[in-house]
C-alpha cells in the first residue's frame, strides 16, 4: 500500500518544475484521498490544468508568506511537501530581503501553521547550496533546514514530524545551467566559468521518487541526501552543445568551484545506506544509536566530506545524453 493512499497531500510551489513532476506522479501511481497544488501564480496555475485534472486535486492560490492563507489551505492536510522558495541566485543577492521572507520566515509560517492544523507528515526541500553556503539563497535555504529540523522539538502533544530532503542540480529544470546552455546554441558560444567546475546531478523523476521514499521512512528531524552523481560543468557542455565553442568567464559572485551535500562537520551525525545519507539532529531528543541499530545505517568516517569533486560516482557524457533524449527540458 501507498505511504500517501487515503491521505490529503498539499504541495507548496506545485506550479515549479518540481511540484508539477511530484503532483503528476502522485496522480498516476498513488491515491490520495485529496492532492493540492499551492502557489502563488494563476497563470501557472491556468496552464497546469490544461493537462493536469483529477476529481482529488484541488487548485489552491496563496503564498507561504501569508500565514492566514496557509491557514485555511492546511486545513485537513495530513501530507505537506515544502518546495516553494525564491531559488534564483543574482535574484536573491539583489533582492535579499525578499528571499529571507520567502525562504525563512515562509518556512517558519508553514512550520507553525503545520503544528498548529495537526499535519503529520512534512518534507522540505533543500539544496546542495545550503551547504557552507557563500550567496544568499543558500543561507536562507540553510537557515530553513535548521527551521525544520528544530520544528520537531515544538511539535509537542501535536506529533507533526518535519524532515529535509537535499539534493544537487536538477537535470532540465526551470532556470538551471542545461536549458540556459540549449538556448545559448544558437550564439555558437558557450560561457563557461571555470573548467574546473563540478556539480552533483538528479533528474527530476529521482528527485520525486526519493522524497516520495522519505516520507515512508522518515522518523523527523532528518536530512536526507541521496547519493547521486558528480559531472563537471563543461562535459555537460559538450553534451549539450558538442558543435559550439566554450569561453571562460570566471567564476561568478555566490559561486562555487565544487558544491557539497554534507559538510566535513556533519559527519559526526551522519548515517550511511546503499542509496542515501542521513544527517541526524544534533538534539536531545534523538537516540543516534537506536537511529543506527533500527535502520541498518552505518556511521560515516570523521573528516568525511560529500561534495561533488570527491565524489564517487561520476556521470558519463552518454548517459547524460541517455537522460536528455528523454527528459523534459523548461527552458
Known sequence: MSFLEGKSVLVTGATGSFGKRFVKAVLEHHRPAR?????????KQFEMQQYLQAPVLRYFLGDVRDKERLYRAFDGVEVVIHAAAMKQVPASEYNPMEAVKTNVIGAENVINVCIDQEVQHVIALSTDKAVNPVNLYGATKLCADKLFVAA??????????FSVVRYGNVIGSRGSVIPFFMQQRKAGVLPITDPRMTRFWITLGQGVQ?????????????????KIP??????VAKVVAPECKTKIIGIRPGEKLHEALIAADDAYNTVEHPDHYVIQPADGWWDPRAYVAATGGKTVQEGFQYSSDRNSAWMMPD???AIL??????L
Open 35 to 43: 492532492l493540492v497544488v499551492f502557489s502563488r501564480d494563476e497563470l
Open 319 to 321: 548517459e547524460l545524453a
Open 152 to 161: 520537531n522539538g515544538l511539535s509537542g502533544r501535536h506529533r507533526t514530524r
Open 210 to 226: 526519493f522524497v516520495l521514499d522519505c516520507l515512508a521512512r522518515m522518523r523527523g528531524g532528518e536530512i536526507f541526501v541521496p
Open 230 to 235: 558528480s559531472m563537471k560543468v563543461t562535459d
Open 325 to 330: 533524449k528523454h527528459e523534459p527540458i523548461e
